[in-house]
């Protein structure tokens, strides 16, 4: 593998981590120069914990008016966003704060971006860079997508074709992030799972890319085994702040590229283009269908891959599971880190095989065409994959 590719590093979320640290909320709005608030949250889950309470008494009493967007799904909608930037157009609001998971933080950045910029957002998810987005704050609730420091969004277009798209700009990050552990203490264990499985899939398809580092390799392979190592623990003690804090840190610097240092701005990974079809269509959970495409993608790369891939796959079963290495045999060693990772995966209660997944077996060849379609037939990640690798892939993962 080549070393050290060119590359930027460019995240200015300021982090305030900690209990009670919504309570800044108001304090922090102002501190980057916001005067009225869009709130963006989901189906109504911080009324029930009174987190809504606690964000909405803090903006009166710092005297910030506010409008509200709820009802965002956990695969976020363009439909809605529409509907967030008819309110945020007519409110007159020059801040937007995203209370809940990933979707709902995806969401705000959606709406942020179509008020910078004239109302125009939906090009950004293809190749159009955006001079700007409006300020977003973020309260995340589940340790998950990490989008409460990365520059990244994901929408799934319900107006026009049903595909599920995604952006990285550097002007997407927010300018802060409230991270308060306690927040995630309701989190069920399959939505625990689940966001640990996105977590260590973020960190994944940094680790296997084209260029290598010494320094970036051990970012990546301690946030690996911090999120196997704590995902357990939080499903088995809800309420356990450590592994809870330790979860959501992880998220955090997943996808801040803090794990890409030393790697540029390549293709990386490749299993969120295999995944966006699964979590799009059928609306499951992104980090199950993650769990999913990752273990396939490893047996697909044990089968077809380079010697250099092959060996970065056997690598990567060494140094996140302890596979035992074998250099007489690396292709096997490559086959038990996917075993390892399946094993992990099955053991924090996520499907593993597309069937479980709910993906019924007659709408299979459906399912890989939509892909193959969405991509143009090809996926420039860490392998190239094309429409007969990406077919392996989805037949490899079925049952």
């Not at 102002?30 to 914990?49: E, F, H, M, N, P």
């Not at 709910?358 to 996926?379: C, H, M, N, Q, S």
Request: hydrophobic share 40%; with cysteine; aromatic share 10%.
């Amino acid at each position: 593998m080549k070393t050290f590719s060119n590359f930027k590093f460019h995240m200015y979320t300021e982090i305030v981590f900690g209990k009670d640290t919504e309570a800044q909320t108001a304090a922090l709005i102002r501190k980057y120069g916001g005067s009225k608030v869009l709130l963006v949250y989901g189906s109504g889950s911080i009324k029930k914990s009174g987190l809504y309470d606690r964000v909405t008494a803090t903006l009166k009493e710092g005297g910030i008016p506010f409008a509200e967007l709820g009802g965002v799904k956990s695969n976020p909608t363009r439909s809605l966003v529409e509907e967030g930037i008819r309110i945020a157009e007519a409110e007159g609001v020059d801040f937007f704060l995203g209370v809940g998971g990933g979707s709902t933080i995806d969401t705000a950045k959606a709406i942020a971006l179509a008020v910078a910029n004239g109302g125009e957002y939906w090009p950004f998810y293809y190749d159009t860079e955006p001079a700007q987005m409006a300020p977003v704050g973020t309260i995340n609730t589940i340790a998950a997508a990490g989008s409460e420091t990365s520059g990244s969004t994901v929408l799934v277009d319900d107006i026009e074709t049903g595909f599920k798209r995604g952006l990285t700009w550097d002007v997407c990050r927010p300018m802060f992030a409230i991270m308060n552990p306690e927040l995630t203490y309701s989190v069920p264990a399959f939505q625990t799972g689940a966001g640990a499985s996105d977590i260590f899939a973020h960190t994944y398809m940094r680790y296997f890319n084209g260029f290598a580092s010494y320094l970036g390799d051990q970012y990546c392979v301690a946030t690996l085994r911090t999120v196997v190592k704590y995902a357990a623990l939080a499903i088995a003690k809800p309420a356990d702040y450590e592994a809870r804090a330790e979860l959501m840190l992880s998220a955090a610097f997943a996808h801040n590229d803090l794990t890409g240092i030393g790697r540029g701005s390549g293709p990386k990974g490749g299993e969120h283009p295999l995944e966006h079809q699964l979590s799009g269509y059928y609306d499951t959970a992104h980090g199950a269908g993650l769990a999913v495409i990752m273990p396939a993608y490893i047996r697909y790369m044990a089968a077809h891959g380079t010697a250099e891939q092959v060996a970065r796959a056997a690598q990567f079963g060494v140094d996140v599971f302890d596979v035992e290495p074998d250099m007489r045999d690396v292709r096997g060693t490559a086959l038990a880190a996917a075993a390892a990772l399946t094993a992990w995966l099955r053991s924090i209660g996520m499907p593993t095989t597309l069937k479980e997944l709910g993906v019924p077996k007659d709408e299979l060849d459906a399912a890989i065409e939509r892909i193959v379609r969405d991509t143009g037939g090809l996926i420039r990640g860490f392998m190239e994959l094309d429409a007969a690798a990406i077919a392996e892939i989805y037949h490899s993962a079925a049952e």
